[in-house]
């Protein structure tokens, strides 16, 4: 995947340069990117002089990063218990039946990315649905079709 990587000059120019920078740098990637590109975690480990299998330790550690590509629309389905009760998994199913992925993935034409998260603190307005962060309350399985037409 290309990446214009003249970016990451500004997140290092953020930061002093050393190690206890570094979960803020790949906070800023993965803003960026929406995932941690390998390239990115190489130039991370040369300008905060650190080893890269720290980076990677690092990386991998933390469930907020993905060392894997991110679709353009990122689609979080809440499995905590009230999301549950009210049918996320019906949810869940459907989105994966439409976008012929698992929760998980990422459609092969880089379109969506399906996740499943835990309680997002919104129980109130479960089952909840996050689309590229924007709140979707009370969903219903018949919704999911347009879910994935406009943001
Ligand atoms: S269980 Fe879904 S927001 Fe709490």
Redesign the pocket.
């Known amino acids: 995947m290309n990446h214009d990587f003249s970016k990451l000059d500004s997140i290092f120019d953020r930061y002093p340069k050393n190690q206890e920078s570094l979960i803020a740098v790949l906070q800023d990637i993965q803003k960026e990117y929406q995932y941690l590109p390998c390239e990115a975690l190489e130039a991370t480990a040369n300008r905060l002089n650190v080893s890269l299998s720290k980076v990677f330790s690092v990386s991998t550690f933390y469930n907020a990063f993905s060392l894997k590509p991110k679709g353009e629309k990122i689609i979080r389905i809440?499995?905590?218990?009230?999301?549950?009760i009210r049918g996320?998994k019906m949810i869940q199913e459907q989105l994966e039946k439409l976008l012929e992925i698992k929760a998980g993935d990422t459609t092969a034409d880089m379109k969506f990315s399906l996740e499943v998260v835990a309680?997002?603190?919104?129980?109130a307005?479960?089952?909840?649905v996050i689309v590229n962060n924007k709140y979707k309350s009370n969903v219903k399985v018949s919704q999911a079709k347009s879910l994935i037409k406009k943001g």
């Not at 809440?78 to 549950?84: I, K, N, S």
């Not at 309680?119 to 129980?123: H, L, M, N, R, T």
């Not at 307005?125 to 909840?128: H, K, L």
Request: overall charge neutral.
């Open positions: 809440c499995c905590g218990t009230a999301c549950h996320a309680c997002v603190g919104a129980c307005m479960a089952p909840v």
